[in-house]
């Protein structure tokens, strides 16, 4: 049985009462301020709005002709073997300063200014004095060169030997060459070279053509 | 205890830009979220005019190149050097330019390699993959937010030539992005100022250096300032900053002098113009700003607030200084704390409700209960 005057009054009844409002309105005022404060993610565009780089479509063009090749030489050394009497086995000629120019069309210049190749047969030098020029056209290939047509000339050969000047003719006009050598390029040097006829053609670049700055 | 948790905090974020309190520091941390790096890919051939040889072999020049940039708008427009982003000699050309250089160089075919440069520059074209196609261009601005790294594609909106103003406005498909101000006015000579640009394109981060202006010229009828003291590579295209963190120049190339020269605000002020761009800043920026100045006026409390506004804006870049101004004593109106007052503040309140209605139910039932008795006893 309760004891009606233990019970509450009235005035506590109404105090509590108003304590769990004032403390269930300040849990609001917090909630608010927490939901304030709580960091945000920034403003920022979806990601679907956020367009990311794509990767550049490939493309190419056909290769031109070496960087290596293309320029101006002079050759340093000739080594070739050449049958300079028709009645007696071919003799290996030296020789160096011939000029070429190898443009990047494919074309080409050889220059020969009074250049000689010597040789000695029986004790006696031989040589073969050329001048003039020759054009021609050359492509590159795994390491070889060929010499495709040559479109002109007015190279001059001469013979001599012992006993003075032989003879003495032009090469050979316009024509189909595919004349084809084995074909090394490093920086400055260049080495063209033929097995069948112990030919060797040691080449250093010259700042005539194709050298930048 | 609040002092050593402080010196903890500093020994935890040492490296953010508030390590030090001086002018060029304060400049550069108001402008620094808005520096971007701009990466542009640049793909082609070089052809010599006078011969006809083509450079690049069958798959062309591959050459990137990374400047700076700063944020203008929000919308996603940056400007930059416009050297870095042109497509002629002085531009991209002249990257793929060097490449064929180098390349000849090996071969064999180069004698004095800023000679051989000129004769590019002067007899060469860089481009596509036919005489008829221009060099591809391949535009990125990257920059350091919330999620990590952002990196978006790019367009170019407008330049001038790299010789007559040398300056870009760049446009990405991103909004809300932190930004600086322009000055539109040319700063006096004397006037010190911050170049901002990337000390490392790994992690984009921005580093800093105070100068002051040494003079001003004029080329090809533009502004440009000059200013002691050379540049590194990243802050080529970055921003030039008077004390207030404004823009007052777009860091351009290195003088004969060993000065650096950059392109004057005004010139990019010129260029926005009549564009429809917005340069007025967002809500985030002004927080941010105000969250650098109070944080450089010793008010740590109300620069994490500052920073706390900026955050709910969206800056991206104002977590890090928040972290340094509580490193520095600032204090935070915790979220934690207040959610937890907030339920015991429910707590109590439910409670209160119960006892509350548990005594007006107890005082009905006392009430009822002698009327009953006297029924009994009767």
Not at chain 2, 24 to 30: F, Q, S
């Amino acid at each position: 049985m309760t004891d009606p005057s233990r019970l509450p009054g009235k005035p506590t009844v109404l105090i509590v009462l108003l304590t769990a409002l004032c403390a269930l309105a300040g849990t609001v005022l917090l909630t608010a301020a927490t939901v304030r404060h709580l960091p945000r993610r920034p403003a920022a565009a979806q990601e679907g709005d956020r367009p990311s780089p794509t990767p550049r479509s490939s493309s190419t063009r056909e290769p031109g002709p070496p960087l290596c090749v293309i320029g101006s030489w002079q050759v340093a050394e000739d080594t070739v073997k050449i049958k300079f009497y028709t009645d007696a086995d071919a003799t290996t000629f030296t020789g160096s300063g011939r000029l070429f120019e190898f443009r990047p069309d494919g074309t080409g210049t050889e220059k020969h200014d009074n250049h000689v190749l010597k040789s000695t047969f029986e004790g006696n030098e031989i040589r073969i004095v050329s001048n003039g020029a020759q054009d021609f056209t050359w492509t590159t290939k795994d390491g070889t060169i060929t010499y495709l047509t040559r479109t002109s000339s007015t190279l001059v050969y001469s013979y001599y030997d012992q006993r003075g000047l032989l003879d003495s003719h032009p090469a050979a006009g316009p024509g189909d060459l595919y004349d084809t050598n084995d074909f090394t390029c490093e920086r400055g040097r260049a080495v063209e070279s033929r097995r069948d006829v112990e030919y060797r053609s040691v080449w250093n670049r010259t700042t005539a053509y194709g050298v930048y700055g | 205890m609040r002092a050593a948790l402080a010196v903890v905090a500093l020994v935890l974020f040492p490296a953010t830009a508030f390590a030090q309190s001086s002018d060029d520091t304060r400049a550069a941390a108001t402008a620094r979220p808005a520096v971007v790096l701009v990466t542009v890919g640049w793909h082609g051939w070089v052809r010599d005019t006078r011969t006809g040889e083509v450079f690049g072999g069958r798959t062309g020049y591959d050459v990137a190149v990374t400047c700076a940039g700063t944020v203008i708008s929000a919308d996603g427009y940056v400007a930059t050097a416009s050297h870095c982003v042109h497509t002629g000699p002085l531009g991209g050309a002249g990257a793929l330019f060097a490449a064929a250089v180098a390349e000849l160089k090996k071969a064999g075919r180069v004698g004095d390699e800023g000679k051989a440069a000129a004769q590019f520059a002067d007899h060469g074209v860089a481009e596509g993959a036919s005489p008829d196609r221009p060099l591809d261009r391949d535009i990125r601005v990257e920059r350091r937010d919330r999620d990590g790294r952002d990196v978006a594609p790019a367009t170019v909106v407008d330049l001038t030539a790299p010789d007559a103003g040398d300056v870009a406005v760049l446009k990405v498909e991103r909004t809300g992005l932190p930004t600086v101000a322009i000055r539109p006015d040319a700063p006096e000579v004397g006037t010190e100022v911050t170049v901002l640009g990337h000390s490392s394109t790994e992690d984009l981060e921005v580093d800093h250096r105070g100068g002051a202006i040494a003079g001003r010229r004029e080329q090809n009828g533009k502004p440009y300032l000059e200013f002691a003291g050379t540049i590194t590579r990243g802050q080529s295209g970055g921003p030039v900053v008077d004390g207030t963190g404004a823009l007052v120049g777009v860091v351009g190339r290195v003088s004969a002098e060993s000065h650096t020269v950059a392109a004057s605000a005004s010139t990019l002020a010129d260029l926005v113009r009549g564009k429809g761009i917005q340069l007025v800043p967002g809500p985030g920026d002004l927080a941010y700003r105000t969250g650098v100045e109070r944080y450089f006026a010793d008010d740590y409390d109300g620069a994490v607030e500052s920073f706390d506004a900026a955050l709910a804006a969206g800056h991206p870049r104002a977590a890090e200084y928040r972290e340094s101004a509580l490193g520095r004593g600032g204090a935070a109106t915790s979220p934690g704390t207040l959610g937890l007052l907030a339920v015991l503040c429910g707590c109590l309140g439910l409670a209160g409700l119960a006892g509350a209605v548990g005594m007006v139910v107890e005082r009905s039932r006392a009430g009822r209960k002698p009327a009953l008795v006297s029924t009994v006893d009767d």
